[in-house]
């Protein structure tokens, strides 16, 4: 089903690029794209002020939502620890309790799920923000890895540039691909990004505790990701048996020693495909698998790319 009448609801200390996303993507009138009635909404009355202190006039109040079909709500403000105003989360109620879409972008997400309108479902957020929207709104099942959620009358994104590919989305989910394919060219942007929000988190090699077997086993380990090693051997380097080292290693990493050991070799390829122009197969075996055909699954399922697809997206210069 198609939308005409689009409402962007903006508060007070808006980051002035994600106010900017949903209108960047249905403002615009383009060739052969349809005409969207974009109205820009103060959530709290008057100028909306940005957090680079930039006013934008926002010729519409809270009434506007009760006549759009899409309501999309770009992000919130710092601290996350104020709630929206009353008003504006009854306002997000009411027009999806009428059929209305609503929308969260980025931290937008914060602002319908403090309406109530994500209890019991599925949404995603900016993976640094992931884990508190997990914990204020335990009933919320928080989507840390993905680009954006689509539950039908409610969406959410991941965060900044993972608007626009909500936005994108739903263009083609209401009017098809080639519109969609035409508003992402213009803007210079793919139709549609491979992967989630893993390819862009920044995992930092963990630097072991020093001064205990256990620390300097895997402190070793790091160094030589590319030789065969065994949870039998780490075990006998660390002078434990294989049950106090599984002991020990659950309690120190929270997760198995296998686990761990994949986990440390797909971060390491990470690292040399983002450094190094070699090729697939010889960062591969430096990270520890036995071909780029053994690297490729694990690296796709931590990552959500492939990993000629990361490094074109993160790699050296050709």
């Given at each position: 089903?198609g939308?005409?009448?689009?409402?962007?609801?903006?508060?007070?200390?808006?980051?002035?690029?994600?106010a900017?996303v949903?209108?960047?993507?249905?403002?615009?009138?383009?060739?052969?794209?349809?005409?969207f009635?974009v109205?820009a909404?103060?959530?709290?009355?008057?100028?909306v002020r940005?957090d680079?202190g930039?006013?934008?006039?926002?010729?519409?109040g809270?009434?506007?939502?009760?006549?759009?079909?899409?309501?999309?709500?770009?992000?919130?403000?710092?601290?996350l620890?104020r709630?929206?105003?009353a008003?504006?989360?009854?306002?997000?109620?009411?027009?999806?309790?009428?059929?209305?879409?609503?929308?969260g972008?980025?931290?937008g997400?914060?602002?319908?799920?403090?309406?109530?309108?994500l209890?019991?479902?599925?949404?995603?957020?900016?993976?640094r923000y992931?884990?508190?929207l997990?914990?204020?709104?335990?009933?919320?099942?928080?989507?840390?890895?993905?680009?954006?959620?689509?539950?039908?009358?409610?969406?959410?994104?991941?965060?900044?540039a993972?608007?626009?590919?909500l936005?994108?989305?739903?263009v083609r989910?209401?009017?098809?691909?080639?519109?969609?394919?035409?508003?992402?060219r213009?803007?210079?942007?793919?139709p549609?990004?491979?992967?989630?929000?893993a390819q862009?988190?920044?995992?930092?090699v963990?630097?072991?505790?020093?001064g205990?077997?256990?620390?300097?086993?895997?402190?070793?380990?790091?160094?030589?990701?590319d030789?065969?090693?065994?949870?039998?051997?780490?075990?006998?380097?660390?002078?434990m048996?294989r049950?106090?080292?599984?002991?020990?290693?659950?309690?120190?990493?929270?997760?198995?020693?296998?686990?761990w050991?994949l986990?440390?070799?797909?971060l390491?390829?990470?690292?040399?495909?983002?450094t190094?122009?070699e090729?697939?197969?010889?960062?591969?075996r430096?990270?520890?698998?036995?071909?780029?055909?053994?690297?490729?699954?694990?690296?796709?399922?931590?990552?959500?790319?492939s990993?000629?697809?990361?490094?074109?997206?993160?790699?050296?210069?050709?």
């Amino acid at each position: 089903m198609g939308f005409r009448t689009i409402a962007v609801v903006m508060f007070d200390e808006i980051p002035l690029f994600e106010a900017s996303v949903p209108i960047a993507v249905f403002g615009e009138r383009r060739t052969g794209s349809p005409e969207f009635d974009v109205r820009a909404v103060s959530a709290e009355g008057g100028p909306v002020r940005t957090d680079a202190g930039i006013a934008l006039s926002a010729p519409y109040g809270l009434d506007a939502v009760d006549e759009a079909d899409l309501v999309i709500v770009p992000t919130w403000r710092h601290p996350l620890d104020r709630p929206p105003a009353a008003e504006a989360l009854e306002a997000l109620r009411t027009a999806h309790r009428r059929g209305a879409t609503v929308v969260g972008l980025c931290l937008g997400t914060f602002v319908l799920a403090a309406a109530g309108l994500l209890d019991g479902r599925p949404a995603a957020t900016h993976w640094r923000y992931a884990p508190l929207l997990a914990s204020r709104y335990p009933s919320i099942e928080v989507k840390p890895d993905v680009l954006y959620v689509d539950e039908g009358d409610l969406l959410t994104s991941a965060g900044s540039a993972g608007g626009i590919d909500l936005c994108l989305h739903l263009v083609r989910r209401a009017y098809g691909h080639q519109v969609a394919n035409d508003i992402a060219r213009s803007m210079v942007m793919p139709p549609h990004r491979a992967g989630g929000q893993a390819q862009y988190i920044d995992h930092p090699v963990p630097v072991p505790e020093t001064g205990d077997p256990l620390g300097e086993t895997l402190e070793w380990a790091l160094r030589n990701l590319d030789q065969e090693l065994t949870v039998d051997s780490l075990s006998s380097r660390a002078m434990m048996s294989r049950r106090t080292f599984d002991r020990r290693f659950r309690q120190a990493t929270g997760t198995t020693p296998t686990q761990w050991l994949l986990h440390q070799r797909v971060l390491h390829a990470q690292r040399l495909l983002e450094t190094t122009g070699e090729p697939v197969e010889r960062v591969a075996r430096r990270s520890g698998f036995a071909s780029a055909v053994a690297l490729r699954p694990h690296f796709r399922r931590q990552v959500g790319v492939s990993p000629t697809t990361y490094r074109q997206a993160f790699g050296p210069p050709a």
